[in-house]
């Protein structure tokens, strides 16, 4: 009996070892290829969470085109799937749900958002703990690469989106591609350094996105031939500060520019502050707090305090795919656009084109590796070379990243609007003959903000 027994456990060992060689090194294919996102989808950096519209586009438009992703370690074809999690702009959840998506949910790949560094950073750190790839769609990259990752580049982290004034390689090597090129161009298209007294005040929120932006401008309006007023700009996020006393300093200072980096909710303030005090600068530029129409509405239009305010524009509708701005099988910039008004009857976040960039990247990836091994897709992402909706990349081998062009944007008013969309967002300055300038440049900033 003991014989027969051991017998039968042989040929079931033999058996099973032999099904086992046929099956891709010891694996049996996949049902599907998971991706994962932890997003800001609440809270107060929420305008960053609609980037998950864009990367859910990308993966419907694969599996439509395609069928699914078709694997060729395994010579099957199965449905790719994102999974997303709230983390209600927190950045302390950031880490645990990304560890979460990889161990409880599976994910064979992670996004990360253009999102403040603190709601992707931990993201990277599990990426490398878990030898999963991830690609970080934002910016800048100064913060992520010469800051959290100490000028080295991580192993399985890579990271398409601007740079605040890195120099790039070529072709990237011209004005815009950084956010100092794209801002100086606005400022030169208004003649800021005739038409103003040159003296700027720099104002930031403390966390890391806005201390390393407050660290880094002042040097390089100094260097652009501006001045930099002796004023404390660099504010604490949390109690919400109260403004007065800077605005007064701004003025005292004769301030006529103001350039900065915070939240939308805590410019919102600082804005108004400015307002209730008389203070009248000719330029105003917000990194962060003027991204998003759910921010700037947020500010009212009594007065209204959005008009004219200006930020960096990471994507337009009207990217051109003769231009290499190319999505996933028919998918266009504009039908991108018009999928989310239908979707959600909401104003254009134009942070949606980053987030279906970025999926689409790592969906190009797998494929090319024809398997869901993370050192495979690893390995393909460093050799990405791909026209995308939000255009060409091509990773650095030593950075890992690869720059999209910028331009330049006003918040226009429009009093006709409906109730808390009174303000679009228009490309007013470009430096690339492959993005359109939408509007003509406002400057001063209206005075009908003053009336």
């Known amino acids: 009996m003991k014989k027969i027994l051991f017998i039968a456990l042989a040929a079931v060992l033999a058996l099973s070892v032999g099904l086992i060689g046929c099956e891709g090194e010891g694996e049996v294919a996949p049902t599907s290829v998971k991706l994962g996102a932890t997003l800001p989808q609440t809270g107060i950096f929420a305008g960053f969470g609609e980037q998950g519209y864009g990367m859910q586009k990308a993966v419907d438009d694969w599996n439509a085109e395609f069928g699914g992703m078709y694997l060729s370690e395994w010579d099957v074809t199965v449905p790719v799937t994102l999974t997303i999690k709230d983390n209600q702009s927190d950045p302390v959840q950031v880490g645990p749900q990304s560890i979460d998506l990889v161990v409880t949910d599976g994910v064979h790949a992670l996004l990360s958002p253009n ?188 007065p209204p305090l959005g008009w004219g305010i200006g930020t960096e524009v990471w994507w337009s509708p009207h990217y051109e795919t003769s231009d290499g701005f190319v999505g996933i099988g028919n998918r266009t910039a504009a039908s991108l656009a018009a999928d989310w008004t239908a979707d959600t009857g909401d104003q254009l976040n134009r942070s949606i084109g980053t987030g279906y960039a970025q999926a689409q990247v790592m969906l190009n990836a797998i494929h090319d590796a024809g398997d869901v091994d993370g050192a495979a897709i690893n390995a393909a992402l460093a050799a990405t070379d791909l026209d995308t909706i939000n255009g060409w990349v091509e990773f650095g081998s030593t950075t890992h990243f690869s720059a999209v062009p910028l331009s330049f944007g006003q918040w226009i008013y429009d009093d006709e609007a409906p109730v808390d969309e009174w303000f679009e967002l228009y490309i007013v300055a470009s430096a690339l003959d492959i993005i359109e300038e939408e509007e003509e440049p406002i400057f001063p900033i209206d005075e009908t903000l003053y009336a």
Not at 136 to 163: L, S
Request: aromatic share 16%.
């Open 115 to 302: 999102a403040p560094a603190d709601l992707h950073d931990p993201t990277t750190v599990v990426a490398s703990d878990y030898e999963v790839p991830s690609i970080v769609g934002g910016g800048p990259f100064e913060p992520w690469f010469f800051g959290t990752q100490g000028g080295v580049a991580p192993d399985y982290t890579w990271f398409t989106g601007f740079a605040i004034g890195e120099p790039q390689p070529a072709p990237r090597n011209v004005p815009g591609y950084t956010m100092v090129d794209t801002w100086f161009m606005f400022m030169d298209e208004v003649e800021a350094q005739t038409e103003t007294n040159k003296i700027v005040g720099v104002f930031a929120s403390s966390d890391s996105d806005g201390t390393g932006w407050y660290n880094t401008f002042p040097g390089i309006l100094t260097d652009g031939g501006y001045t930099v007023a002796n004023v404390t700009g660099l504010f604490a996020m949390d109690p919400m500060p109260d403004f007065t006393d800077m605005v007064h300093q701004f003025q005292a200072a004769n301030v006529t520019i103001l350039w900065g980096n915070c939240p939308g909710a805590h410019f919102g303030v600082f804005w108004s502050t400015c307002y209730a005090e008389g203070f009248r600068p000719k330029i105003c530029l917000a990194a962060r707090a003027a991204l998003f129409p759910v921010d700037v509405n947020s500010w009212g239009d009594d």
